[in-house]
């Protein structure tokens, strides 16, 4: 749990796998919990090398669509066989796996997804920015603010964080709100613009984004850095008050991610996410880098989860070659 603590705070997606029911001789125990990241690392205990490929395969794919799931594995597996089929994934989010090896145990974990809420930083010293975060704060999302010094009102608004810049803590679901009002606006807009954030905005009149895009274009930044720069910020609603600034900006943002923009993408968009293979014998999924048990049978690897399932191949390899 700690290690699922540190994760979120550092914004950082992964599973959380719990086993809640076994069956002996299963060799895990109720109440064991493992954390997967994106990669296919598993920290923590769960069960034996036969059920430990699948369930990564499982939580990569909750990373992917980021709902919950219930896996039970095991020859017979779940404890209500009517209520799930043998193989396959019941209507109401139940992932059913029998698992055909030597072990004769089951169980059931339950995967559990944590993705970064969207993020707000904003950036300045104004109203607009208190009433920007406070709008953000209010539906949910994180918010950071981050100015050029201390506030002595910091203690009033816990929920707000007041910070220095962290550019790993800005992700492609971070939108950064540059509201300096012309106190340093080329100085946040270059940092954010050397960020992976989803969106970048500046809360300025149009006369004055022009001056800057212009600014900025002769400090080195192309058109691909200026086209990420989202200037007026918010929606045009004309000439409204600092409150009435924040909720045109705040619209214009969960506008943006409802049409896909500003999320971490989970297990399929992992540049290191595991190569898997299917034992050919067994069905169970197998992690290729991790696999102990190989063969080359007319010049196609085949992977295995224990060394039974590759005996019985290597017994009568025609009868498995797909």
């Not at 896996?71 to 055909?100: V, Y």
């Not at 009002?181 to 940092?191: F, I, K, M, R």
Request: proline letters at 7%; a negative charge.
């Amino acid at each position: 749990m700690a290690r699922a603590l540190e994760l979120r705070a550092r914004r950082r997606p992964f599973v959380l796998a719990s086993v809640i029911w076994r069956k002996e001789p299963s060799s895990g125990q109720q109440g064991s919990q493992a954390v997967i990241l994106p990669d296919g690392t598993m920290r923590g205990w769960l069960s034996g090398a036969c059920a430990e490929p699948t369930v990564i395969s499982e939580a990569l794919a909750c990373l992917d669509h980021g709902e919950p799931r219930l896996l039970c594995l095991g020859p017979s597996p779940g404890r209500d066989r009517n209520r799930i089929p043998a193989t396959g994934q019941g209507s109401d989010g139940l992932r059913s796996i029998a698992m055909a090896c030597d072990s004769e145990g089951a169980m059931e974990i339950y995967l559990e997804p944590s993705l970064p809420a969207p993020q707000v930083v904003v950036i300045g010293r104004s109203p607009a920015v208190d009433a920007i975060a406070a709008v953000a704060s209010a539906i949910g999302w994180d918010a950071v603010i981050i100015d050029d010094g201390g506030r002595p009102d910091d203690h009033e608004r816990p929920e707000l964080v007041r910070t220095s810049l962290d550019l790993g803590m800005i992700d492609p679901a971070t939108a950064v709100v540059v509201a300096t009002q012309g106190h340093y606006d080329d100085a946040a807009l270059s940092a954010a613009l050397g960020t992976d954030a989803g969106y970048i905005g500046l809360v300025a009149s149009a006369k004055r984004a022009q001056a800057m895009g212009d600014y900025l274009r002769t400090q080195g930044f192309g058109d691909r850095d200026l086209a990420r720069i989202c200037a007026p910020a918010g929606l045009d609603l004309g000439r409204i008050p600092n409150r009435e600034i924040a909720a045109a900006v705040v619209a214009d943002l969960v506008a943006r991610r409802a049409g896909g923009l500003l999320s971490v993408e989970g297990g399929a968009a992992s540049p290191d996410r595991p190569v898997e293979a299917t034992d050919p014998v067994c069905g169970m999924t197998v992690l290729v880098a991790e696999a102990r048990y190989h063969t080359v049978y007319n010049g196609a690897d085949y992977y295995f989860c224990a060394p039974g399932c590759r005996q019985r191949f290597e017994a009568d390899p025609a009868g498995f070659e797909s």
